[in-house]
């Protein structure tokens, strides 16, 4: 088991897929994915870029290569590799061509005590979701109207 990650204390980890249009990553993710992890909110656990071409073919960057590694070095403490080629083939399955997506895997961080009391209460969670942002905003503009 990679140094860091244990069983026993990894708080709730998450998976996002984000799409940017066109083949060029700006590295203005980076800042705001560099500050969650520096005030303890989340623990990159994984960060890779996949790329379509306009042929269809389909490329992975990791985080040590040279194009994106000078912006993203300090985002990641230690890489735990935990995205397979399966699953980022199914990423690339899912863009479209001249497009690339971020892929990232973090613990968050702010909730493994929560976690850790909850397990040895005996605790289980019966259901958890996101609630989508544009339903948030929905819900907000309904307040806002009464």
């Not at 249009?21 to 980076?30: D, L, Q, S």
């Not at 699953?87 to 961080?109: F, G, H, I, K, Q």
Request: proline content about 4%; hydrophobic content about 45%; aromatic content about 6%.
């Amino acid at each position: 088991m990679p140094t860091g990650l244990m069983t026993e204390t990894v708080g709730p980890v998450d998976v996002a897929v984000v799409a940017f249009e066109g083949n060029r990553f700006n590295g203005e993710v980076a800042p705001a994915l560099r500050q969650l992890q520096d005030s303890g909110t989340v623990r990159i656990l994984d960060l890779t870029f996949v790329r379509k071409e306009r042929d269809g073919s389909v490329s992975v960057v990791e985080l040590a290569d040279s194009d994106v590694a000078e912006v993203f070095h300090r985002v990641t403490g230690e890489e735990f590799d935990l995205l397979s080629d399966k699953d980022l083939e199914r990423v690339a399955e899912d863009l479209p061509p001249e497009s690339s997506a971020l892929v990232v895997v973090w613990e968050n961080t702010w909730a493994a005590r929560l976690t850790a009391a909850l397990r040895d209460s005996n605790g289980q969670l019966l259901f958890m979701e996101r609630v989508p942002r544009a339903d948030v905003v929905r819900a907000i503009a309904a307040l806002d109207e009464k």
